[in-house]
T-cell receptor
Framework: GENVEQHPSTLSVQEGDSAVIKCTYSDSASNYFPWYKQELGKRPQLIID?????GEKKDQRIAVTLNKTAKHFSLHITETQPEDSAVYFC???????????FGTGTRLKVLA | GAVVSQHPSWVICKSGTSVKIECRSLDFQATTMFWYRQFPKQSLMLMATSNEGSKATYEQGVEKDKFLINHASLTLSTLTVTSAHPEDSSFYICSATGLGYSDTQYFGPGTRLTVL
């Protein structure tokens, strides 16, 4: 089955700097990779996703890149703001069952 | 967008009692719903997958007789924690996908269960 690793587990950046979170997956057949942001005690919220037929996707300050050959994908947040502080989870959708396999999460702290 | 609600948002119960949590898709038909549990500072762990009108598929290590899942309609799934114990205390979150949303899971707000 699919296995997803996520790094780093914690990340502190100064406001205005960029943040990068990386994930690797094991199942080459996986074809959908969403990223979720979760604030303390709240539901995970989809912030961006990418499908395997695309190498990069951007939405304002957020971008995701996918390298199918290396089986890794990354979240890039530019011009970080304090409200970006949260836990970010990557996931890979299992090709056979459509289940999500989540990474372990990255706690991002943006310092004002 | 797709909206998923969950009820109750929090519940406190005594050890040995049963608790039912409801998950509803408000503006779409949820062909598949997923139930997760999340311990503090940890990731989401999938408990089971439920498809409307059929039995839930449980992940390895999840007791199906303890965590009863029913997906009786395209807008409602329920999770019943039977004979709850303090170790069942956790944040339970459902998600749903539906027609036209086959990839993306939309999450409910979660239910915080505390078993005394």
């Amino acid at each position: 089955g699919e296995n997803v690793e996520q790094h780093p587990s914690t990340l502190s950046v100064q406001e205005g700097d960029s943040a990068v979170i990386k994930c690797t997956y094991s199942d080459s057949a996986s074809n959908y990779f969403p990223w979720y942001k979760q604030e303390l005690g709240k539901r995970p919220q989809l912030i961006i996703d990418i499908r395997s037929n695309v190498g990069e996707k951007k939405d304002q300050r957020i971008a995701v890149t996918l390298n199918k050959t290396a089986k890794h994908f990354s979240l890039h947040i530019t011009e970080t703001q304090p409200e970006d502080s949260a836990v970010y989870f990557c996931a890979a959708q299992d090709s056979g069952t459509y289940k999500y396999i989540f990474g372990t999460g990255t706690r991002l702290k943006v310092l004002a | 967008g797709a909206v998923v609600s969950q009820h109750p948002s929090w519940v406190i119960c005594k050890s040995g009692t049963s608790v039912k949590i409801e998950c509803r898709s408000l503006d779409f038909q949820a062909t598949t719903m997923f139930w997760y549990r999340q311990f503090p500072k940890q990731s989401l762990m999938l408990m089971a997958t439920s498809n409307e009108g059929s039995k839930a598929t449980y992940e390895q290590g999840v007791e199906k007789d303890k965590f009863l899942i029913n997906h009786a309609s395209l807008t409602l799934s329920t999770l019943t924690v039977t004979s709850a114990h303090p170790e069942d205390s956790s944040f339970y979150i459902c998600s749903a996908t539906g027609l036209g949303y086959s990839d993306t899971q939309y999450f409910g707000p979660g239910t915080r269960l505390t078993v005394l």
